[in-house]
């Protein structure tokens, strides 16, 4: 029982504050609930969350470079990087320290990789000079300034320098201006000369592109959904049925079928010819470009969409349609101004589950989407797979992601995210 | 008391031996890293069938030779390394081999001597561009064309890809620059000598881009080697870039009707890497396949179902007749001499250097 009494504080039965008591109570709970979940929150953590932060973080980290030629890096620090002259012998001296103790670690060319991101050339620098600086002796052999412009040329190119200097810190900027078409130079922030910008482009062309899947595929699910929702049990069953078994394929072999059906010498085309709609040597280019990725992203996407949607339209009680009708509505008003509202949550869920795979998407553009239809997933794929630039690749997938969760948050402040529904 | 300790010491003189004797033994599971398609089962009819049928090994393949360095550095890191040999091209070999992410290999103890007594590194000659690379194959990226869709006169030159005028249709090239550039510099009138010192030049490049404008709207762009061969068949283009063993596949062994250009192709090497940092066991197992796999008869045996050159010199002569059609391999193979006009060996040291540059040029101009 709960003591009364004239003062201002209630007290539970055991004469501890209500507030108190109720609190302890809550957090139990609390504890309790974390303690149930915590088998899944660390194994998501571990095995989700942790190797994303660690892969992202990527995108700054660049000590490579000063752990690999710790003595350059710190000599470098005096030398005047737009002085118009070479560094000094010291320098040089350093850099021959560095080399050797990297050529023996085998350590070499993966800096001068990195570097040579930079500037073409870098690569082979590095790896013939350290062929020769192996078999040098520190004590003895110096000064190593003409002795290194001696082995390669290219000791003796200021814009060396100036890229070892410039990409030194431990922590760089320069692979997010690379992402967005710029580059780190010694002047500051500049952009890449014109003829190799093209991950704006691409950035621009996939969500383009993404939008526009996202939207035929309302158009395309939307009927289908209504259909499933309002037809009677068995051939709803049915035609559920026929929805989900895409899923049953693989992913290549429906894109694979879609190279088929819309090659120039494909079933479509072949059709289209036979019924004279179009001329033999005029055949239709439906592939290789951005109308074939849009046409097997939609098919592929399509059951993301109708399942949200028809989730929420069940729930829409048949009666409001028969109701408005009843008041004297025609069939396109009841169902605009009173059905399709009530299915717009199924619309948003749809949208965002679409929009967000859609960019993402690596293989059916690579595979159909011929250079004009290709997603900036493909570059990042490039630059993890075959030029070893995850510094890059981490870039842009940070940027990718940070893009999604603003859009995300512009939907929510538009449309609300409680107004997001997958039925029920 | 005396009992236990009985136990105890028998117990242990058993685990201790029975550790020593693992220690010597092979593993009897090993995982073989490829390319996949037809070049991957020659391996499986020449070495992996053999192999295991001598030595009771499991052989595990996987087909992810195209992102090998990737995954390689990827598994360095992790600690984790689950190959234990992996093929791929020199380029890569090298690139590895730098790194400290490949084993390197001393050819005359542990590849076989030729039948002769030849040592192995004599054997090789040239073919061992790198420390830690066993060569297998010579490869080359070259043409085919449709004979019924070209026309009355068969291309005979690479530069008859960039003919449209003569020969009206589609073509597929690798969405690289890499020989792209090369062929589009040679058609371009640069004397092949030339060609590399003119790449390194930004002119040099805009010139190959424009000699590929000429031809742009005609190409389709293809990233992997069996894109292409599917294309000829179904029509899509008249003429295509591949590999050659995937051309003889489509001519020889699904009879359609292409016919080869060798005219500038480029040759390269494909051969194994043993990655580094793999337990004794392993080690012991991937050496003692790669001088099973990488003796004379057995490089010859490859080409009895692809045709692709073998590395040693003693193989040559044994190279005989495909092993299901019959029919003789050593025309078909890059290294024929009728095959060689203005061939080309891949430039591995100015590919490492430009190959990224390039490559964000070279995607620029495709997308525009």
Known sequence: MVSNSTDKILLSADGVPLKKSLNRSLRQQKIRALLLISPLLIFIIVAFIMPIISMLSRSVENDLVSQTLPETVQALQSWDALSGQLPEEAVYAAFAIDIKNAAKAKVHTKVGLRLNYEKSGIASLFKKTARKAKKWDIETDGPFKEK?????????????WQTIKTHSPAYTSGYFLNAVDM??????????????????????RTFVMSLVITFSCILLGYPVAWLLANLPMRQANFLMILVLLPFWTSLLVRTSAWKVMLQQQGVINDVLVQLSLVADDARLIMINNETGTIVAMTHILLPFMILPMYSVMQTIPPSYLRAAKSLGATNWTAFWRVYFPQSVPGIGAGSILVFILAIGYYITPEIVGGTKGVFISNRIAYHILKSLNWGLAAALGTILLVAVLVLYWTYDKIVGIDNVKLGG | MNFTKTILTTASAALISGAAFAGSHMSMEMTIVSWGGAYSNSQLKAYHEPYSANTGVTILNDDSSSTAVAQLRAMNEAKNITWDVVDVEAAPAMQLCDEGLAME???????????????ASEDFGDMLVSECFIPQIVYSTTFGYRTDLVGDTAPSSVCDVFNTAAYPGKRSLFSVPINTMEWALLCDGVAKADIYDTLETEAGQDRALAKLDTIKDDVIWVSSGSDTPQLLADGEVIMGATYNGRLFSLIEEQKQPVAMIWDGQVMDLDGWIIPAGLSAE????????????????????????????????????LVGKHADLGIDMAPHMPTAPENLSRAFLMNYDFWADYRDDLDAKFQAWLAK
Do not use: C, N
């Not at chain 1, 390669?152 to 060396?160: A, L, M, T």
């Not at chain 1, 780190?184 to 952009?191: C, D, L, P, S, W």
């Not at chain 2, 290999?105 to 040592?119: E, V």
């Not at chain 2, 990488?294 to 010859?300: G, P, V």
């Open chain 1, 148 to 160: 290194l412009i001696d082995v390669h040329d290219g000791w003796s190119s200021i814009e060396v």
């Open chain 1, 183 to 204: 580059r780190k130079t010694v002047q500051g922030a500049e952009f890449q000369p014109d003829d190799k910008t093209i991950l704006i482009k691409l950035f621009k």
């Open chain 2, 105 to 119: 290999i001393d050819p005359d103890t542990m590849l076989a001597p030729a039948p002769d007594g030849t040592p």
């Open chain 2, 282 to 317: 392993r080690q012991a197992r991937a050496l003692d396949y790669i001088m099973f796999a990488t003796d004379t008869q057995r490089l010859a045996d490859q080409a009895k179902y692809i045709s692709y050159g073998p590395a040693r010199a003693s193989s040559a002569p």
